[in-house]
Protein backbone atom coordinates (compact mmCIF):
# COMPACT_ATOMS: atom_id res chain seq x y z
CA UNK A 1 0.00 0.00 0.00
CA UNK A 2 1.31 3.32 -1.47
CA UNK A 3 2.67 5.33 2.11
CA UNK A 4 0.52 8.64 1.58
CA UNK A 5 -2.37 6.22 1.70
CA UNK A 6 -1.48 4.62 4.95
CA UNK A 7 -0.96 7.76 6.45
CA UNK A 8 -4.12 9.24 5.46
CA UNK A 9 -6.56 6.48 6.09
CA UNK A 10 -4.89 5.44 8.99
CA UNK A 11 -4.46 6.94 12.44
CA UNK A 12 -0.76 6.17 13.56
CA UNK A 13 -0.28 6.02 17.22
CA UNK A 14 3.83 5.18 19.10
CA UNK A 15 6.28 4.57 18.52
CA UNK A 16 5.92 1.67 21.00
CA UNK A 17 9.07 -1.43 21.84
CA UNK A 18 8.32 -3.93 20.13
CA UNK A 19 8.02 -8.16 21.45
CA UNK A 20 10.85 -10.33 21.90
CA UNK A 21 9.82 -12.03 18.25
CA UNK A 22 11.01 -8.54 16.64
CA UNK A 23 13.81 -8.52 19.03
CA UNK A 24 12.08 -5.35 20.39
CA UNK A 25 12.55 -2.93 17.54
CA UNK A 26 10.21 0.11 17.95
CA UNK A 27 6.85 -0.19 15.86
CA UNK A 28 4.09 1.74 15.17
CA UNK A 29 0.21 1.02 15.77
CA UNK A 30 -2.21 1.64 13.22
CA UNK A 31 -5.91 2.08 13.32
CA UNK A 32 -7.66 1.48 10.28
CA UNK A 33 -11.18 3.12 9.54
CA UNK A 34 -12.87 0.03 9.89
CA UNK A 35 -11.57 0.16 13.63
CA UNK A 36 -9.14 -3.18 12.92
CA UNK A 37 -4.99 -2.33 13.90
CA UNK A 38 -1.74 -3.32 12.57
CA UNK A 39 1.31 -2.83 13.20
CA UNK A 40 4.85 -2.03 11.28
CA UNK A 41 8.18 -1.39 11.47
CA UNK A 42 9.20 2.42 12.95
CA UNK A 43 12.52 2.43 11.18
CA UNK A 44 10.83 1.57 7.74
CA UNK A 45 7.52 4.21 8.31
CA UNK A 46 10.31 6.43 9.09
CA UNK A 47 12.77 6.19 6.46
CA UNK A 48 9.56 6.16 3.81
CA UNK A 49 8.86 9.24 4.89
CA UNK A 50 11.52 10.85 4.48
CA UNK A 51 12.56 9.22 1.61
CA UNK A 52 9.64 8.30 -0.05
CA UNK A 53 8.33 4.44 -0.37
CA UNK A 54 10.54 1.52 -0.94
CA UNK A 55 10.17 -1.08 -3.86
CA UNK A 56 8.76 -4.42 -2.69
CA UNK A 57 11.52 -6.89 -1.10
CA UNK A 58 13.57 -3.70 0.00
CA UNK A 59 14.03 -3.62 3.87
CA UNK A 60 15.67 -0.94 6.16
CA UNK A 61 19.13 -1.81 6.98
CA UNK A 62 20.56 0.06 10.46
CA UNK A 63 23.95 0.93 9.55
CA UNK A 64 25.50 0.76 12.81
CA UNK A 65 23.70 -2.93 13.48
CA UNK A 66 21.89 -1.03 16.26
CA UNK A 67 18.27 -1.72 16.10
CA UNK A 68 17.19 0.71 18.45
CA UNK A 69 18.78 3.86 16.42
CA UNK A 70 16.57 4.86 14.17
CA UNK A 71 18.12 8.26 13.58
CA UNK A 72 17.81 9.04 9.80
CA UNK A 73 21.37 8.66 9.22
CA UNK A 74 21.71 5.63 10.50
CA UNK A 75 19.09 4.06 8.26
CA UNK A 76 19.44 2.74 4.60
CA UNK A 77 17.46 0.75 1.81
CA UNK A 78 18.92 -2.55 0.59
CA UNK A 79 17.78 -5.39 -0.67
CA UNK A 80 15.84 -8.17 1.36
CA UNK A 81 18.15 -10.86 0.82
CA UNK A 82 21.29 -9.09 1.40
CA UNK A 83 19.58 -7.51 5.28
CA UNK A 84 18.66 -11.68 5.93
CA UNK A 85 22.61 -12.06 4.75
CA UNK A 86 23.83 -9.12 7.04
CA UNK A 87 21.25 -10.21 9.88
CA UNK A 88 22.57 -14.09 10.15
CA UNK A 89 26.56 -12.41 10.81
CA UNK A 90 25.15 -10.25 13.58
CA UNK A 91 23.34 -13.33 14.86
CA UNK A 92 26.21 -15.56 14.83
CA UNK A 93 28.49 -13.39 16.54
Not at 23 to 33: A, D, K, Q, S, T
Request: glycine fraction near 8%; proline fraction near 4%.
Amino acid sequence: MRLSLILEKNKVYGPYKGSKANNGRPLYVLRRPDGSTTSTNKARLDYERKNGELPENTHVDHIDDNLKNDNGHNLQAIDGSKNVGKENKRRAK
